[in-house]
């Protein structure tokens, strides 16, 4: 267990040091989201839009908007702000999300109640060239535990580095 631990973080040292196009500033993409709740409260497909700035060759900060179709009940829309850590390489990336979420929903008569918790996750990421990303990403989108709600998400989207 100790080599395998050993032979991982040289891998992660090997590749922060060969990160030769990574640099800070903005970036902007979109994702398709699936959301899965937990206790069968639901399941919806989502789209959310990404911003975020890269504050040098490992930390950021992210701000991301999603929203669902109808269903019931139906998760109307979501915001999340996340610090971002990320190692990078000429191919590819691995970067870590923690942060917070806020969402709402609706249900049957028009009642809308909204919920926000904790949110982290982690992704990876492929070049496909200079300013583009092909992402994969698994999330704890949201967790209130006064509310019983645990949200799970899974997404493929794309950025844009400017």
Same mark, same amino acid.
């Given at each position: 267990?100790? +080599?395998?631990? #050993? #032979?991982?973080?040289?891998?992660?040292?090997?590749s922060?040091? #060969? *990160?030769?196009? &990574?640099?800070?500033g903005?970036?902007?993409?979109?994702?398709?989201?699936?959301? *899965?709740g937990? =206790? *069968?409260?639901g %399941?919806? /497909?989502?789209?959310?839009?990404?911003?975020? +700035?890269?504050?040098?060759?490992?930390?950021?900060?992210?701000? %991301?908007l999603? !929203?669902?179709?109808?269903s019931?009940?139906?998760? =109307?829309?979501?915001?999340?702000?996340? +610090?971002?850590?990320? &190692?990078?390489? *000429? /191919?590819?990336?691995?970067y870590?999300?923690?942060?917070? /979420?806020?969402?709402?929903?609706?249900?049957?008569?028009? !009642? &809308?109640? =909204?919920?926000?918790?904790?949110? +982290? !996750?982690? !992704? #990876?990421?492929?070049?496909?060239? %200079? &300013?583009f990303? $092909?992402?994969?990403?698994? %999330?704890?989108?949201?967790?209130?535990?006064?509310?019983d $709600?645990?949200?799970?998400a899974?997404?493929?989207?794309?950025?844009?580095?400017?």
């Open positions: 267990m100790k +080599y395998l631990v #050993a #032979a991982v973080l040289s891998l992660a040292a090997v922060a040091i #060969a *990160d030769t196009q &990574s640099r800070s903005f970036y902007a993409g979109a994702n398709l989201v699936e959301v *899965d937990n =206790d *069968d409260i %399941r919806w /497909t989502a789209i959310e839009a990404v911003g975020g +700035y890269k504050l040098n060759s490992f930390v950021g900060g992210e701000i %991301r999603g !929203g669902a179709g109808d019931e009940p139906n998760l =109307d829309a979501y915001s999340s702000i996340y +610090y971002r850590t990320e &190692s990078a390489n *000429d /191919t590819t990336k691995a870590l999300l923690a942060g917070y /979420t806020v969402a709402s929903f609706s249900g049957e008569g028009g !009642g &809308s109640e =909204d919920f926000d918790g904790f949110s +982290y !996750g982690a !992704g #990876a990421g492929f070049v496909i060239n %200079r &300013s990303m $092909l992402n994969f990403e698994v %999330r704890q989108l949201l967790k209130d535990n006064d509310a $709600l645990d949200l799970t899974f997404s493929v989207g794309f950025d844009y580095r400017f």
